[in-house]
């Protein structure tokens, strides 16, 4: 029997005399035993609008409120009754219950709509900041431009809509482009398309503000524009546009299907503040790759050569900057072969006063004036007199110290002509391991009007050889207490050592030696160029039968 069908409510279970709670700002319900309103407040009246003494609370309240009731009246009197909470209409209540002593049960009902919309709202955007804390901190964990367009949809496909594109300013007539689906696999292309098929790509591809989602009609979306993969209709489209350092950095084109509310105007800004994120990252990946590459170019010419064997010469050099962070630095080396084996090879080896990237922008002008100076490398003397005048008429101040070497085989012999410009005179290791100093001293260049140097005439006899280095070797601190330099003494011994080795193999020794001296100490540059007259070894036979030997 339903509450309609029983018997009426009864009055005389309610509180007696009408307490205040009747005047009280809250809807407020007395429900006896059986369900039946014995009382209401006006505020209850509003609410439920047939609510009045005599109804049933099942007829005019919500299921929830009932159901609540009796399972209150079912656990008796002395439970713990406990406050429930349930929509009505557009709001949402919370109902407080008070067991009063002949069963009835008084209900205080408290409108919480605002007070969960806001706690809605926090918990939104509590979620968004999180969202976007978590995307700065992965787009900015790698500078490269693929990766940051892989996370990019990622996790746009992943948390903003059901798929992600991303779009880069056209590369000639092709633009570079990146999707996902549902936050899986990115997929990268490269072709050519019309941004202007996409209301709004165009423009945020050139960095104008975004149109709004309502303007943009799914249906008209090219095939490019929808990743594989995507299933079903596509229901919703936000164009955001990817602002960078100066110049946009492309456009996001976030999708979602048909079967999903559309992007309303909070998600269209939140795009936006994500895509803003986005964009900062790509366009610091784009710059440091962009600058990667100039660097990379520009220290192709920085570098020291890879030197080898030239018209029968061996030829090794060894480089290590003062910072281990540092590629280039103010020592440098160079060999040009010449025209035939009959001309002379010119290898030169400096050292520029200074570390670091501005000492290394110095030695490649002085690299480049020589190269242009090798015509004139018969007369050492007027190839550094040019060259001192072109550091003097610089608008850098730093001085440089060279030595030039003129290297040419005859017969099993190699003549060298040494010139040392300020720079410490080579060091020349015969095939019995004694060890002597070029005569060779000279000026520096870049400081005087006028250079002087002389020129020192070696011949080195097959297995010897003439060591170029720069005072970053002699004057390595190290050692024990790390405050002794290394010292020409053990520069000479060292090479004593190496007396018949090839030239890579002087180089090695030398180096090895002198960064044990140093350890983890700071140092100057250090550079090293080795010249070697090969031996002359030659196949002979013992007998006809047994293997041969090789003899000098």
């Known amino acids: 029997m339903t509450a309609s069908e029983g018997a009426a409510p009864q009055p005389g279970l309610a509180l007696s005399p009408a307490p205040s709670w009747t005047q009280a700002?809250?809807?407020v319900l007395v429900v006896d035993?059986?369900?039946g309103i014995v009382r209401a407040n006006p505020a209850a009246a509003a609410l439920f609008s047939d609510a009045s003494c005599g109804a049933w609370l099942e007829d005019v309240a919500p299921s929830w409120l009932a159901d609540a009731h009796r399972r209150i009246v079912s656990q008796g009197h002395g439970a713990v009754a406990r406050s429930v909470r349930g929509r009505h209409r557009d709001l949402t209540l919370e109902a407080h219950p008070t067991p009063g002593a002949d069963g009835a049960v008084v209900w205080w009902l408290v409108d919480d709509t605002e007070r969960l919309t806001a706690e809605s709202a926090l918990r939104s955007e509590q979620e968004r900041t999180a969202f976007l804390s978590e995307a700065s901190t992965r787009l900015l964990a790698s500078l490269n431009v693929q990766r940051c367009m892989e996370v990019t949809v990622a996790l746009a496909a992943e948390r903003l809509a059901d798929a992600a594109l991303i779009v880069t300013p056209p590369t000639g007539r092709r633009h570079a482009f990146a999707s996902s689906v549902d936050g899986g696999t990115v997929a990268h292309g490269f072709a050519r398309l019309d941004p202007s098929s996409v209301p709004g790509l165009s423009e945020a591809l050139q960095g104008f503000p975004p149109v709004p989602s309502r303007w943009?009609?799914?249906?008209?979306?090219?095939?490019?524009?929808v990743p594989e993969g995507f299933e079903g209709p596509v229901g919703s489209v936000v164009v955001s546009p990817l602002p960078g350092h100066?110049?946009?950095?492309?456009a996001l084109v976030l999708l979602r299907r048909g079967d999903r509310t559309a992007f309303d105007a909070s998600e269209e800004v939140f795009a936006r503040l994500f895509a803003a994120r986005a964009g900062a990252a790509l366009s610091a990946a784009r710059l440091y790759t962009e600058q990667a590459d100039i660097t990379a170019t520009l220290m192709a010419d920085l570098l020291p050569p890879v030197l080898?064997?030239?018209?029968?010469?061996?030829?090794?050099?060894?480089?290590?900057?003062?910072?281990?962070?540092?590629?280039?630095?103010?020592?440098?080396?160079?060999?040009h072969p010449g025209a035939d084996p009959s001309r002379e090879t010119l290898a030169v080896l400096g050292d520029v006063c200074g570390k670091g990237l501005d000492a290394a922008v110095l030695t490649g002008k002085i690299r480049n004036t020589l190269q242009a100076l090798l015509p004139m490398a018969d007369d050492h003397q007027n190839m550094l007199r040019l060259l001192n005048g072109a550091l003097l008429n610089s608008h850098h101040t730093r001085f440089a110290t060279l030595v030039l070497a003129s290297v040419v085989r005859r017969g099993g012999r190699v003549g060298l002509r040494l010139t040392s410009a300020g720079h410490p005179p080579p060091l020349i290791v015969r095939h019995n391991g004694t060890v002597e100093q070029a005569d060779t001293h000279g000026t520096l260049i870049g400081a005087l009007s006028e250079v002087r140097a002389d020129t020192a005439h070696i011949d080195l006899a097959p297995g010897e050889t003439c060591l170029l280095f720069t005072d970053g070797i002699t004057e390595a601190r190290g050692g024990p207490l790390g405050d002794v330099i290394f010292g020409e003494a053990r520069l000479r011994t060292a090479l004593a050592d190496c007396a018949g080795m090839p030239a890579e193999a002087v180089v090695e020794r030398i180096q090895m030696l002198a960064g044990e001296w140093v350890g983890g100490n700071r140092h100057d540059d250090m550079a090293l160029v080795a010249i070697t007259a090969p031996p002359n070894a030659h196949l002979t036979a013992v007998d006809g039968h047994t293997a041969g030997r090789y003899t000098a």
Do not use: C, N, Q
């Open 33 to 35: 035993t059986g369900g």
């Open 308 to 335: 080898h064997h030239v018209h029968g010469v061996e030829f090794a050099g060894g480089y290590r900057a003062s910072r281990e962070t540092d590629r280039v630095g103010g020592d440098f080396y160079d060999v």
């Open 216 to 225: 943009i009609d799914p249906a008209t979306l090219p095939d490019w524009a």
């Open 25 to 27: 700002p809250y809807p």
């Open 246 to 250: 100066g110049v946009p950095a492309g």
